[in-house]
Structures are given as C-alpha cells and as structure tokens.
C-alpha cells in the first residue's frame, strides 16, 4: 500500500480496517462522481484486523442501472446485509461475492439482489478451483447469466441509455488472444 499511496498522493484510502493514513470506509457512507450515485452497504464498523467478511459492498447506481461490488464477502455477511437493508442489494450487475467460492453466494442473496448477470474474478488454473461448480449451477437456477474471467478473460460492462452489455477479452475484444505475448515481449524470443 506505502507504494500506491506514494504514486498517487493525492487520492484518499479507506479501508474497514484501521490503518495509519487510511480513512474508514463504512455502511451509509455516499458519495456523487460524475452521475453515478456510490454507497457503501458494508461493513458496519472497522475492526483492527480485516477479515472476507469485513470486505467493501459498494453499489454504483447511474439512475437506471445498478452494480453492485461485494469482495470477499462470505455467507456470514451476505446474511447480515439481508437483515441490514434487503432492497439495496437489487443490482443488474453482480460481481460474485468471494471469487464464486462454496462459502458465499447464498440463495437469498441472490434472490435479494435479482441481478440479470453475475461477473466472477477467477484464475483459470487456480488451485483453489474457484468458482464452486455448485455456485455456478446455483446462479443458473436462478436465472442468472454467468461470466466468469476464468474462460473469458477480463470482462468489460458498456452501459447505454437503455441497456448494458458484457464484453470478453477472449472472445469480442480480442479473439485471437492466444497469439499474443505474454509478459514482457523481450523475454519470450
């Protein structure tokens, strides 16, 4: 973090953990940026020591379209948030809680946030084997498309007065990426 904050002086840092030159960053917490609407849903304190489930939820609302950021939260937080304040989980767009991992994205989550697409970060060879199939299978159920970084590569979401649309790197941006370099180009002949 010392390095980030070293190049870029001048933009503030907050985090639900406490933190020498960092803000906090708490439930009900809003703020405008150039039309969009941010309010943080989660965590409700800071804590010494930051765990998944200390994680940001943020939702970007633009009047018409709504994403919402939830980390690393797990089933512990998404059930709290449910309590919290259950309509302000409805989102179009959803970034999978904890990488699609079997200990988050709860049903009643999802029924809550009634997203028409799911955006999963995950490694393609991940040890982890993230996302869980069964939290795969579970968005499907529910009608909800699923893009994970995975099999796509990065994910890009456009957003147009009357609707949305997600691009992949692999397969509209860039479709021959796999003759591309990678890395550093010198250090590939």
């Known amino acids: ?19 020498p030159g960092h803000g906090f960053c708490l439930c009900g917490q809003r703020w405008r940026w150039r039309g969009l609407h941010f309010e943080v849903l989660w965590p409700p304190a800071s804590v010494a020591s930051a765990g998944n489930n200390d994680s940001w939820v943020l939702r970007i609302d633009d009047g018409r ?3 919402l950021l939830t980390g690393d939260i797990e089933a ?3 059930r709290a948030l449910l309590r919290l304040d259950r309509p302000a989980l409805r989102a179009e767009v959803l970034q999978v809680p904890h990488h699609g991992s079997k200990t988050s994205s709860t049903a009643p989550f999802l029924r809550a946030a009634r997203p028409q697409v799911a955006l999963a970060s995950a490694g393609r060879y991940s040890p982890w084997r993230l996302p869980a199939e069964a939290v795969v299978q579970r968005y499907r159920r529910l009608g909800i498309r699923w893009r994970d970084t995975a099999v796509s590569g990065q994910l890009s979401v456009r957003f147009y007065p009357r ?9 509209q941006i860039s479709r021959r990426w796999y003759h591309q370099w990678f890395g550093v180009a010198a250090l590939n002949r």
């Open 65 to 67: 379209f709504r994403v």
């Open 163 to 171: 609707s949305f649309e997600v691009l992949a790197y692999r397969g």
């Open 1 to 19: 973090m010392a390095s980030v904050r070293r190049i870029w002086q001048a933009v503030p840092v907050s985090s639900s953990f406490r933190a």
């Open 76 to 78: 512990p937080a998404e």
